[in-house]
């Protein structure tokens, strides 16, 4: 059972969240090549080299999708625009077909009753940007802050919320160090200026919406609590090293104005020159807080090259992406970021959720009790953050619909809703049907 609205502080807002790429179809109403569409044509790189470019062709069918959102009683839909629909070349002329469907987008949104929560990137970078070095470029704050500029002008009198980036570490770890997204770099110097130039580029937007008046403005980071896998001082030391890089650099240079020390550590000889001066930008004032979080990981000392750690599976029930389930990982994330970052300002869990293998479509809907145990298990954990004094002021669930998830292509499902990719049916799944009946407003 998933607990009732009225379990919830009066206010508490409860959401879902997709983005632009996943569900969008990029192919559609004059949106720009992307580094993902170049990605994904490189073999090995994305299971059976699958695209955005119909995804959910959520770009024609975004009036059935939002009354899905509003027929389960959430409160708010936090979706993100593409950089190369807005603008195809990363700069320059705008396209009008892509400003208009955002504008429909947001209206329709206002129109059901619905908040409209942006996110101005989420990960598809123009491709003629991406020639240009991308985010190993310190010019792309500029670029990105002239982006927001462009959209914020067309949809910041009616958005109820806006965060610049995506989850950094994504943008700039995962893709920049680890190679497994888009642009698929391994090289520790571009991580580490893409570490710097994503967090440049979210404090310049800030200052960009600050200027146009646009209200409610936040971060949104993702968080993965590591854990040591066993209790030698090495398997300590690593463990704290992951969550310096993974946790502890985004949080501390948007909301504190500083990075780890133990991330700087292997980072600071690969930095730009100058990056110190930088970091009054990096924290400019937001309104809120976001937290995106969906596992924990073992981490063991790994005797290679810095930052010397290892994942270690681990022993708890997964998901489809092999997981962990650990919900008392978000209770201590949202201690910690009340204690050390946001000190009182709302705080907002804008992901959480799970991948779950497919299951066929019964009579209009798929059985998937696994996702509803896991949104209650998490849920569990925010009323006891409430109750030990989190400034906690709403819930995301990822996803609304079954997508593109990336480098794994269509396989892995977060949805609340099953689609069929070849037909583009939708079908609730009962967990959504759960959902709907534990926010209806006369429970």
């Known amino acids: 059972m998933l607990p009732a609205r009225s379990q919830f502080p009066e206010g508490f807002l409860f959401g879902t969240a997709t983005s632009a790429y996943q569900i969008e179809g990029h192919g559609f109403g004059g949106a720009g090549r992307t580094h993902w569409d170049d990605f994904a044509a490189t073999p090995g790189n994305v299971v059976r080299a699958e695209t955005g470019a119909r995804a959910c062709d959520h770009y024609h069918r975004w009036p059935q999708d939002l009354d899905l959102i509003r027929d389960a009683n959430l409160d708010a839909y936090r979706f993100s625009a593409s950089w190369a629909r807005v603008l195809p070349e990363g ?118 919406m600050r200027g146009l008046g646009v209200q409610n403005l936040g971060a949104v980071c993702n968080l993965e609590w590591a854990d040591p896998v066993d209790d030698t001082p090495e398997a300590a030391a690593a463990a704290a090293r992951y969550d310096a890089i993974y946790n502890r650099w985004f949080l501390g240079g948007i909301f504190n104005g500083a990075y780890p020390d133990l991330a700087l550590e292997g980072l600071a000889p690969h930095l730009p020159q100058g990056w110190q001066d930088d970091m009054e930008t990096i924290s400019t004032p937001v309104d809120w807080c976001g937290l995106n979080y969906y596992t924990r990981k073992l981490i063991g000392p790994d005797p290679g090259p810095w930052p010397h750690f290892a994942e270690i599976d681990g022993p708890l029930p997964k998901t489809q992406m092999g997981w962990e389930i650990y919900p008392q990982g978000l209770e201590k994330f949202l201690l910690r970021c009340e204690a050390e970052y946001s000190r009182g300002l709302p705080v907002y869990i804008t992901e959480n959720g799970m991948a779950s293998a497919e299951v066929p479509v019964v009579e209009g809907t798929v059985d998937d009790p696994e996702r509803v145990d896991y949104l209650a298990l998490h849920l569990a954990a925010a009323q006891r953050a409430l109750a030990q004094g989190v400034n906690l002021k709403g819930y995301f669930i990822w996803s609304m619909l079954d997508n593109y998830e990336w480098s794994l292509g269509y396989e892995k499902r977060f949805g609340l809703v099953h689609v069929d990719f070849d037909s583009l049916q939708r079908s609730p799944k009962a967990s959504y049907h759960a959902l709907a009946r534990a926010l209806a407003r006369n429970r």
């Open 91 to 208: 700069r320059g002329t705008p396209n009008p077909e892509g400003l208009d469907f955002y504008d429909r987008l947001v209206d329709g949104m206002l129109e059901r009753g619905l908040k409209p929560a942006l996110t101005l990137y989420h990960w598809e970078l123009p491709s003629a940007l991406a020639d240009l070095g991308g985010w190993r470029n310190r010019d792309i704050a500029g670029w990105f802050a002239d982006y927001t500029d462009v959209l914020m002008r067309r949809l910041g009198d009616r958005t109820w919320s806006v965060a610049p980036i995506n989850e950094p570490w994504c943008v700039a770890w995962l893709s920049h160090f680890m190679g497994v997204h888009a642009p698929g770099v391994r090289d520790i110097r571009a991580a580490a200026r893409a570490m710097h130039h994503v967090l440049l580029a979210h404090g310049r937007a800030i200052q960009t």
